[in-house]
């Protein structure tokens, strides 16, 4: 199974970052600084549901793979699985968000289905922090993992942070999310090469 975290790792920036890159090519006035990832899934957007179904799953489907693959890893070596279980939860809220889009400018309230994806996404953000949190303290007995402790335990703060932060309307908001994501993601290939290197 080791062999297979990295590359699961690598997979999910790709599914992570590319889609919304390409999908946001169609949607003039779309500003990855200003404007969520969800809205480029957003009900009545142009191509909305390929969005969805063609960036958003796929992305889920590729963090519910790392974690179960590091929560084999974990198993393995007799620790709680449990912060890969919650950290799973991020993988949920993107295939909640091709479920339940999210109303124009992803407001906090809203239509049913806008007040399912902020559920979904907050679910995820905060099992992605709380998960990191809960990591840091098995990597210490890790000798593979060790090194990444005190990292995985400020990003797993940081994580939650972001996710206040993301609760509110701002001209940042979607620098915000990306810089959020690209820390679990940055992660997620660290403990990749690490395991990688250790074996």
Not at 178 to 189: D, I, K, P, Q
Request: glycine share 16%; net charge neutral; charged share 10%.
């Amino acid at each position: 199974m080791v062999p297979w975290i990295l590359p699961s790792a690598l997979l999910v920036v790709a599914l992570g970052v590319l889609p919304p890159f390409w999908f946001a090519r169609n949607r003039p006035g779309y500003s990855h600084v200003r404007n969520t990832v969800s809205e480029l899934g957003e009900t009545g957007a142009p191509g909305a549901a390929r969005v969805g179904w063609l960036g958003f799953a796929p992305a889920g489907l590729a963090v519910l793979g790392f974690c179960a693959l590091l929560h084999a890893y974990l198993t393995a070596q007799g620790e709680g699985g449990t912060g890969a279980v919650l950290l799973s939860l991020l993988g949920v809220s993107y295939v909640g968000a091709a479920v339940f889009p999210c109303d124009a400018g992803a407001p906090f309230w809203g239509t049913w289905k806008n007040q399912m994806h902020n559920l979904v996404a907050g679910l995820g953000y905060f099992g992605a922090g709380g998960g990191l949190i809960e990591l840091e303290r098995v990597f210490e007995d890790l000798p593979a993992l060790t090194s990444l402790t005190t990292v995985t335990g400020v990003l797993g703060k940081l994580v939650l942070l972001g996710m206040v932060g993301l609760s509110f309307e701002s001209p940042v908001r979607g620098l915000i999310q990306r810089t959020v994501e690209a820390l679990v993601f940055g992660w997620m290939v660290a403990v990749g090469a690490w395991l990688m290197l250790a074996h």
